[in-house]
């Protein structure tokens, strides 16, 4: 089972004004082959699906403690994208709908996003094409999938840093810049898995791609206060059988931070999941919000 907590794993910067091409940007990190829709569902079915579960916890552990991050990292991309993705102003719920205040959005590269949705993330790549199973791998075979699974992490990695290269925009870039640390962190998570399993280094091949973090600058925080040398059970009491393969005397990589890694309680400390604002010209969530506004608030007086 989950608990889910009101809280997004990293805060987010408020976007100075509406851009809906950076929030098509980062449709690919939800759901393209390598976004977090890709990681989410290789890991949760492996983990629903895992053979031997006692004999192999600290695998199992692994596996399932870093599918739990993955609800939250989709979490994340998709409030950037609706954070990004609310037309090209700030209609007041008195909008002229007759004035075409959104005439931008007909050039807009994922209008559909807008159209359809309310500016609302979908788990579909940066072209509109729908995320699917055909991205998910569960063999059954242990060292297959945690290769596959470190094959998916390094993907995602050269994904995230194309599309931080794409943007200038400080929501988008805040986005990458966590991913890519967490990343990183499951790229050498797995790595290490394989070598308790086969001898082999495989951590030797990262970073992949081969470029060091500290060339990010919004990665320097988390790489600060140590985020790279961290994995979240994201439970009280179950999955600390990992330990054995990611603290175990085990360090940073090279180029990181120095420190030994560590198994961490619970959950990152996150941040406040920002307010979307109305859109009224989209009827998002009405175009007349009064009554609607009346109910929520006589809902929630009846709740306290």
């Given at each position: 089972m989950f608990m889910r907590i009101d809280k997004l794993q990293a805060a987010l910067p408020e976007p100075k004004k509406p851009d809906p091409n950076a929030a098509a940007a980062l449709q690919e990190l939800l759901g393209g082959k390598y976004g977090e829709m890709s990681t989410l569902g290789n890991y949760m079915f492996q983990s629903f699906n895992f053979r031997n579960k006692t004999k192999l916890k600290p695998f199992y552990s692994l596996v399932s403690s870093?599918?739990?991050?993955?609800?939250?990292?989709?979490?994340?991309?998709?409030?950037?994208?609706?954070?990004?993705n609310c037309g090209p102003g700030d209609p007041t719920p008195d909008v002229d709908v007759s004035e075409a205040p959104f005439n931008e959005m007909q050039g807009i590269r994922l209008a559909g996003s807008f159209l359809s949705n309310g500016g609302g993330a979908l788990p579909?790549?940066?072209?509109?094409?729908?995320?699917?199973?055909?991205?998910?791998?569960?063999?059954?075979?242990?060292?297959?999938?945690?290769?596959?699974?470190?094959?998916?992490?390094?993907?995602?990695?050269?994904?995230?840093?194309?599309?931080?290269?794409?943007?200038?925009?400080p929501t988008g870039r805040e986005v990458c810049g966590y991913l890519l640390v967490r990343g990183s962190v499951h790229a050498h998570a797995y790595a290490l898995a394989l070598k308790k399993l086969t001898g082999v280094e495989i951590e030797k091949m990262l970073p992949t791609p081969n470029i060091n973090l500290d060339r990010v600058p919004e990665c320097q925080k988390y790489l600060n206060e140590g985020s790279h040398r961290r994995l979240y059970r994201f439970s009280p009491n179950d999955y600390k059988e990992m330990s054995g393969i990611w603290s175990n005397d085990e360090v940073a990589l090279p180029?990181?931070?120095?420190?030994?890694?560590?198994?961490?309680?619970?959950?990152?400390?996150?941040?406040?999941?920002p307010e979307l604002l109305g859109?009224?010209?989209?009827?998002?969530?009405?175009?007349?919000?009064?009554?609607?506004?009346?109910?929520?608030?006589?809902?929630?007086?009846?709740?306290?």
């Open positions: 870093i599918f739990a991050e993955e609800l939250g990292h989709v979490e994340l991309v998709s409030t950037g994208i609706s954070m990004l579909m790549n940066s072209n509109a094409a729908s995320w699917n199973m055909d991205m998910v791998t569960t063999t059954g075979n242990l060292i297959i999938d945690l290769l596959h699974n470190f094959h998916l992490e390094c993907g995602a990695r050269i994904h995230k840093l194309r599309v931080y290269e794409t943007m200038t925009e180029g990181d931070p120095p420190g030994n890694l560590e198994v961490v309680e619970g959950h990152p400390e996150g941040g406040k999941i859109n009224y010209g989209a009827f998002a969530p009405d175009y007349a919000p009064e009554e609607i506004f009346d109910i929520a608030s006589k809902l929630y007086k009846k709740s306290r």
